[in-house]
């Protein structure tokens, strides 16, 4: 079975940077995208940020210019690099990875979250 562990989640000040990573039990290159989502209390789950196989990537307009995502698929990690934190940042970030079969089955796998708080 596919496992996705977070990790680098933490309490942060506001302008400060934080670092998640996503390791996987398989190769990132297995999967047809991964990508990182969060959810704040009594908010709805968002998609955070994206990278797709060939390393297409998207994100949030929220999250833009202050977020990276990427992937080394050597190491079956993902990252999220996030800079200029703000309070509204805060919440539970989880990793997904999706991948799809050529029968097309569709699948997704999630990480058990790791905690973000953005406060001064």
């Known amino acids: 079975q596919v496992q996705l562990v977070e990790s680098g989640g933490g309490l942060v000040q506001p302008g400060g940077s934080l670092r998640l990573s996503c390791a996987a039990s398989?190769?990132?290159?297995?999967?047809?995208?991964m990508g990182w989502y969060r959810q704040a209390p009594e908010k709805q789950r968002e998609l955070v940020a994206a990278?797709?196989?060939?390393?297409?990537?998207n994100y949030a307009d929220s999250v833009k210019g202050r977020f990276t995502v990427s992937k080394d698929n050597a190491k079956s990690t993902l990252y999220l690099q996030m800079n200029s934190l703000k309070p509204e940042d805060t919440a539970v970030y989880y990793c997904?990875?999706?991948?799809?079969?050529?029968?097309?089955?569709?699948?997704?796998?999630w990480g058990q979250g790791t905690q973000v708080t953005v406060s001064s």
């Open positions: 398989r190769s990132a290159a297995s999967f047809n995208a």
């Open positions: 990278i797709t196989s060939s390393g297409r990537t």
């Open positions: 997904n990875a999706h991948k799809f079969t050529s029968w097309g089955a569709e699948y997704d796998y």
